[in-house]
């Protein structure tokens, strides 16, 4: 989506955002929810952390919703930090930071030590279960008394086979008719992207550090809030869900 006078990096954050609909329909409500929540416990001037913001999807709804909130968003994936870096590019109030989540170094790479609402979302998935545990015990040390950790993303209940059954078949004919609606899956966005002009570098890039996909683990929320109670949050429970997916929101 790059035009003669440059690249169209609002096309691109729109691209990104209907692709990840087709995968779930109720995506902006999980957003609306998530910054209710941040308004309920830590006001409308908060300072956050976008967990793997990938192209920022959170940062733009609490800037546009909560226009004196600031924003570090990090991640490691080049093509998405380059879609973030031009959306964001002159906006002081929005600071991107590449790091690895899996390096135990990274907080040390975030411009704060501590932050009012760590928000994350269709990310952690990506991690396994042991590297999501110490993940969870650094976020707790950058969260400050009062605040939060929001993560919304897909928590699985394997006490509920037939009901994940189910659910998973109802869910992919949807992404199936969506795609046939002529909305872009995963790998076609990323085609695309790689076949751009700005964005096939960093493309390159990202593919080499995580190949075509990272599959880590999706455990329940109740593994979720057990580790983050362990981890130092005093209170912890959903809330908002769907049949595949949880918001669940941990206060320190």
């Not at 959306?87 to 990274?106: H, I, K, N």
């Not at 952690?124 to 999501?132: D, F, I």
């Not at 593919?207 to 912890?236: C, M, N, Q």
Request: hydrophobic share 40%.
């Amino acid at each position: 989506m790059t035009t003669g006078t440059g690249t169209d990096w609002a096309a691109w954050q729109e691209s990104w955002d209907r692709q990840q609909e087709g995968y779930m329909p109720d995506r902006e409500e999980r957003f609306r929810i998530m910054l209710d929540m941040v308004e309920a416990l830590v006001g409308t001037a908060p300072r956050v952390l976008d967990l793997a913001c990938g192209t920022g999807s959170i940062t733009a709804r609490l800037l546009q919703r909560f226009p004196e909130a600031t924003s570090t968003g990090v991640d490691l994936d080049p093509a998405l930090l380059a879609i973030a870096h031009g959306t964001f590019e002159g906006d002081d109030r929005v600071r991107l930071v590449t790091a690895d989540l899996s390096d135990p170094d990274w907080p040390a790479r975030l411009p704060y030590d501590s932050y009012d609402a760590v928000l994350t979302a269709t990310a952690l998935h990506w991690l396994h279960s042991e590297p999501l545990t110490a993940l969870y015990g650094q976020v707790a040390e950058l969260v400050r008394d009062g605040g939060v950790l929001m993560n919304a993303d897909h928590m699985v209940d394997d006490s509920t086979a037939r009901i994940n059954a189910a659910e998973r078949a109802q869910r992919h004919a949807r992404m199936d008719q969506a795609r046939q609606d002529g909305t872009l899956d995963w790998a076609e966005w990323w085609r695309l992207a790689a076949a751009d002009p700005v964005l096939a570098e960093p493309t390159a890039r990202r593919f080499a550090i995580y190949g075509e996909h990272a599959d880590g683990d999706t455990p329940s929320a109740a593994w979720h809030a057990r580790v983050l109670r362990e981890k130092g949050f005093a209170e912890v429970r959903p809330v908002w869900c769907s049949p595949s997916d949880t918001l669940l929101l941990a206060l320190k």
